[in-house]
């Protein structure tokens, strides 16, 4: 069974930095690119970043660039994000994602930006 | 690309059909011949499942009442006949161009 668990979510103020965790299993995450999808409250899903296999190619939504870093650790099976300068309209659940076509998704984790 | 769904709102009686519409901005065929067009559920209070992808192949565990259709610009996911367990939002995506691009959703209910 494939399971995605991310962690890492938190409340921080507008400035501040966070780190989501997404641990893999029941597949090979080795060999599947991984996205970051997020969900603002009571809004639609917007994909946020994405990485290669291999980790050396990854995409970004033009809002966080600059700001946000998606890594990976296959030897972990663990996806992340690295999100810096933090600003309110980043509130939202980010979930992780397998394969570009978002075939399996991890249960969320929230993320909340506020003074 | 932009990927615009209708309706917003869907009141559905229970046991009858319903379709929901998703256009494109542009195209999407690939280069490779595939169109990257795909169904997602949520539920309510639940993340996200994918139901089709690549217009019309039906993920594993999706009930064959769920189908999806569609060609260049024009798709379309067909519920075949509506049960209590279909409420929620259904999302369109496109992964042809980059970005990839969600639809902003279609909320299903029951009347």
């Known amino acids: 069974e494939v399971q995605l668990v991310e962690s890492g979510g938190g409340l921080v103020q507008p400035g501040g930095s966070l780190r989501l965790s997404c641990v893999a299993s029941g597949f090979t995450f080795s060999s599947s690119w991984m996205s970051w999808v997020r969900q603002a409250p009571g809004k639609g899903l917007e994909w946020v970043a994405n990485i290669k296999q291999d980790g050396n190619e990854a995409y970004y939504v033009d809002s966080v660039k600059g700001r946000f870093t998606i890594s990976r650790d296959n030897a972990k099976n663990s996806l992340y994000l690295q999100m810096n300068s933090l600003r309110p309209e980043d509130t939202a659940v980010y979930y992780c994602a397998s394969r570009t076509s978002f075939k399996d998704w991890g249960q969320g984790a929230l993320v909340t930006v506020s003074s | 690309v932009v990927m615009t769904q209708s309706p917003h709102s869907l009141p559905v009686t229970l046991g009858q059909p319903a379709s929901i519409s998703c256009r494109s901005s542009q195209g999407l065929v690939f280069s490779d011949g595939s169109t990257y067009l795909h169904w997602f559920q949520q539920r309510p209070g639940q993340s996200p499942r994918r139901l089709i992808y690549?217009?019309?192949n039906r993920d594993s565990g999706v009930p064959d009442r769920f189908s999806g259709s569609g060609s260049g610009t024009d798709f379309t996911l067909h519920i075949s006949r509506v049960e209590a367990e279909d409420v929620g939002v259904y999302y369109c995506m496109q992964g042809t161009h980059w970005p990839p691009a969600f639809g902003q959703g279609t909320k299903l209910e029951i009347k």
């Open positions: 690549t217009v019309s």
